[in-house]
C-alpha cells in the first residue's frame, strides 16, 4: 500500500519553476498544488507514494575553456496547468569541474498510478557569477537533455534507469536515474478510540460525536488527516476500529504532534467542537497498553470529557511498488460496444462517428481507450493487449457477444495504436446489431485470467458501453465468481442514456454484489465512470477510473497470502523460478469460492 501524502507535502513539492526554469511559481501550478492536498486529505490518492530519484551523469561534455563542467540537474514535471508545459520541481547542488557527476540531493516526488508522469531533467553547467538557487536555466551553458515517465523507472528492474542525454553534441553523455520509495511507507496503524462524558449540546436529544485527528505541520498549522464516522445520540461513543498509514497520520514521525477533536455533527456543515486534545502516536500506544485516558477540553480549557485508545497496533504491509519492483504486471483488455443504439457510424450523431475523409477524429470510445491505456501500458512489459467487440455483426452471419478485434480473428493488440487500428477495423467491416450482453464477454475474460503465467500478473478488463445491458443477473453472477481472480473490471459509459445509471449497481461502493445463489463478492472489483463527466480530458477520465486499482491488487494478494516476488538480477535468476506463476493463481475458482479468504474485505 503506498502511503497518502498531506496537504502541506504537495505544497511544497514544487520548489519554484515556470517552464524557464526562473525560480518563480505560477499561479496555475499554485492552483494544482492546492487540488493535489485536497486530494490527498481525501483519500483520493490513498495509494500515492513519495519516493527519492538520484541522479548522476557520465561524460557530459566540457562547457569551460580551461577546465570541466559545474554541472546541476534541475528538474522539470510535464503539467496542463502551467503555460509552456512544465513546472520545476527541484534542482540538485553543483559540482565542480566534474564531467561524470553523481549528485547527492534526491528529487522527492509524489507517485501517482492512475497519471502518466512525465518529467524532464536538464543539465546545465552553472557559472561562478550565476546563483544555482535561483538562476534561469536558459541563462545557463545546456549540457543535454532528457524526458523519462516516472512508472518506468519504478517498473524497471532495481527501480534504476540509464538514457542518453538529447540536445548536446556530446552523442556519448548519459544519465542514470534511481528511485527508492520512502522507507515508512510500509507502516500502518490500526487503532480504536473511545470517549465518555462529552457534553450534551443538544436540546431534544444527545450529541451526535465523530473524531476528527489533525497533524501539525512544519509552519504549526493543523491538517486534517482522518475523520471517523458519527455516532447518534451518544455522549459515550466507541468508534469503529480504522486503519490509517503512518505517512498519512503523523508522516512517518511518531513524535509528531496530533490533534484530537470530537465534534457533535451538523447536517448543515456547522459542527459543533465537543472537545479536544493534543497528543502523538507514542502517547496514543502508550494510553492503549496502560489503559489510561487523556482529558478533552473547550478553546477555554473548561474540562470536556475523556478520551482513550482501547487497541492500538503498528504493522509493516508491502506497498503496491514493492509489487512492481518484484516484476507484478498488469494486463490490459478491452471491450468495445458495437451495438446498434450507437447509431450508425456515418451519422455525425453516432458514438462512433469518425469525421468525414478529409476531417478525422477520435470517437469518444477511442478518446476513453487512449485515456486509460497510456496510463496502464507502463506496467506490461510486452505490451499485448487483448481486445474484444460485442454487439457485432459480420456480413452474412450471427450477432457475436464477444468478437476479438481486428483483422486476424485474434483479438491480439500491439499497443495502443494496435488497439485504436483493431477497433476500426472492426467498426468498418461488422454491422452494428445487438443486444447489450456482458456475460459471454466476462467468461472469455476469466477464462484468460486463470491460464498460467510466468510471473505475478493482474488483470484489467475495460468495458466501453452506451447504455444497460440486458443481462444483468448473469453479469452479477460472474463477478461474484470472478472477485476471488486477480482481475479488476473498469466500465466507462459512453453518451448520454439515461440507462448508464442502472450501471451504478456493479460499482458496489456501499453495497457488495450477491450473485442469485446467494453468495456475497469476496471484494468490490468494479469501477463505473460516465465519459461525459471527463470528455476531452483522457488525464481526469483515468484518475477517477484508476484510482481504486492498486488498493484492489492489494486486496488480493493480501487475501491470497502473496508477497511481494523477489526480482533477483537476470544473471542470479534461477530459471526454474522464473517459470512459476504464483501458488494462488494455480487455485481453482471452485476451491477459493468454497474457502472465501477470512479478511477478504480488510482494508490492505
Excluded at 511559481?25 to 490527498?40: P, Y
Excluded at 462524558?197 to 436540546?203: C, Y
Excluded at 477540553?297 to 470536556?304: I, L, V
Excluded at 455483426?393 to 457475436?400: F, I, N, S
Amino acid at each position: 500500500m503506498g502511503c497518502l501524502a498531506s496537504k502541506e507535502e504537495v505544497a511544497t513539492k514544487y520548489k519554484g519553476g515556470t517552464g524557464d526554469g526562473d525560480g518563480g511559481r505560477s499561479a496555475a501550478s499554485a492552483r494544482q498544488e492546492g487540488d493535489n492536498a485536497a486530494a490527498l486529505v481525501s483519500g483520493n490518492l490513498a495509494f500515492s507514494s513519495w519516493v527519492e530519484v538520484g541522479v548522476s551523469a557520465a561524460d557530459l561534455k566540457a562547457a569551460d575553456t580551461f577546465s570541466k563542467s559545474d554541472p546541476m540537474a534541475v528538474l522539470m514535471e510535464q503539467s496542463s496547468q502551467v503555460h509552456g508545459g512544465w513546472v520545476e520541481v527541484g534542482r540538485t547542488e553543483v559540482i565542480s569541474n566534474d564531467q561524470d557527476p553523481k549528485f547527492i540531493k534526491k528529487f522527492r516526488l509524489l507517485y501517482n498510478f492512475e497519471a502518466v508522469q512525465m518529467y524532464k531533467l536538464h543539465l546545465v553547467d552553472v557559472d561562478k557569477q550565476h546563483n544555482p538557487e535561483t538562476c534561469a536555466v536558459k541563462s545557463c551553458d545546456h549540457l543535454g537533455d532528457v524526458e523519462f515517465r516516472l512508472s518506468d523507472v519504478l517498473t524497471s528492474s532495481n527501480r534504476s534507469v540509464t538514457l542518453a542525454l538529447t540536445n548536446t553534441s556530446r552523442k556519448t553523455s548519459k544519465v542514470h536515474l534511481m528511485a527508492e520509495e520512502m522507507s515508512s511507507a510500509r507502516e500502518v496503524l490500526t487503532m480504536a478510540l473511545c470517549a465518555k462524558g462529552l457534553k450534551n449540546v443538544e436540546v431534544m436529544s444527545k450529541s451526535d460525536p465523530f473524531l476528527q485527528i489533525s497533524r501539525s505541520t512544519e509552519a504549526g498549522a493543523w491538517v486534517p488527516v482522518f475523520k471517523t464516522e458519527t455516532i447518534d445520540n451518544n455522549l459515550n461513543p466507541a468508534w469503529r476500529a480504522f486503519t490509517i498509514k503512518a505517512t498519512q497520520l503523523n508522516n512517518g514521525d511518531p513524535n509528531r504532534p496530533l490533534l484530537l477533536s470530537v465534534y457533535d455533527h451538523e447536517d448543515n456543515g456547522r459542527h459543533r467542537l465537543l472537545g479536544q486534545v493534543e497528543t502523538n502516536a507514542l502517547k496514543l500506544k502508550a494510553l492503549s497498553e496502560d489503559k489510561g485516558s487523556l482529558q478533552l477540553s473547550a478553546p477555554d480549557g473548561t474540562a470536556r470529557g475523556e478520551i482513550s485508545v482501547s487497541s492500538f497496533s503498528v504493522e509493516i504491509k508491502p506497498t503496491f511498488l514493492d509489487y512492481l519492483q518484484g516484476g507484478a504486471e498488469i494486463s490490459f483488455m478491452v471491450a468495445v460496444d458495437y451495438t446498434g443504439s450507437n447509431r450508425d457510424p456515418r451519422d455525425p450523431a453516432s458514438l462512433h462517428y469518425c469525421g468525414t475523409e478529409g476531417e478525422q477524429r477520435r470517437t469518444p470510445y477511442e478518446e476513453a481507450i487512449i485515456g486509460i491505456a497510456r496510463v496502464l501500458e507502463a506496467y506490461d512489459s510486452d505490451k499485448i493487449f487483448q481486445g474484444f467487440g460485442f454487439g457485432c455483426k459480420p456480413p452474412g452471419g450471427v450477432v457475436q457477444h464477444c468478437a476479438p478485434l481486428g483483422a486476424d480473428g485474434t483479438g491480439t493488440c500491439f499497443g495502443i495504436a494496435g488497439v485504436l487500428h483493431a477497433y476500426r477495423h472492426t467498426l468498418y467491416t461488422m454491422a452494428l446489431s445487438g443486444p447489450t450482453l456482458f456475460a459471454p464477454l466476462l467468461r472469455t475474460a476469466v477464462s484468460l485470467v486463470r491460464q498460467p503465467t510466468a510471473g505475478l500478473k493482474y488483470h484489467v478488463l475495460l468495458i466501453l458501453t452506451d447504455g444497460c445491458i440486458h443481462d444483468m443477473q448473469d453479469t452479477v453472477d460472474l463477478i461474484v465468481e470472478a472477485s476471488s481472480l486477480p482481475l479488476s473490471i473498469l466500465i466507462v459509459g459512453i453518451g448520454e442514456s439515461p440507462e448508464l445509471a442502472k450501471m451504478e449497481v456493479l460499482d458496489a461502493d456501499k453495497k457488495a454484489l450477491v450473485s442469485s445463489r446467494g453468495v456475497r463478492a469476496y471484494r468490490d472489483t468494479v469501477q463505473f465512470v460516465k465519459f461525459s463527466e471527463h470528455r476531452g480530458d483522457g488525464y481526469k477520465l483515468a484518475k477517477e477510473l484508476l484510482a481504486e486499482l492498486p488498493g484492489q491488487f492489494l486486496e488480493w494478494t493480501k487475501a491470497n497470502n502473496i508477497l511481494p516476488p523477489l526480482r533477483l538480477p537476470p544473471q542470479q535468476q534461477p530459471p526454474q523460478q522464473q517459470q512459476q506463476p504464483p501458488q494462488q493463481q494455480q487455485q481453482p475458482l471452485q476451491q477459493q469460492q468454497q474457502q472465501p479468504p477470512q479478511q477478504q474485505h480488510a482494508v490492505p
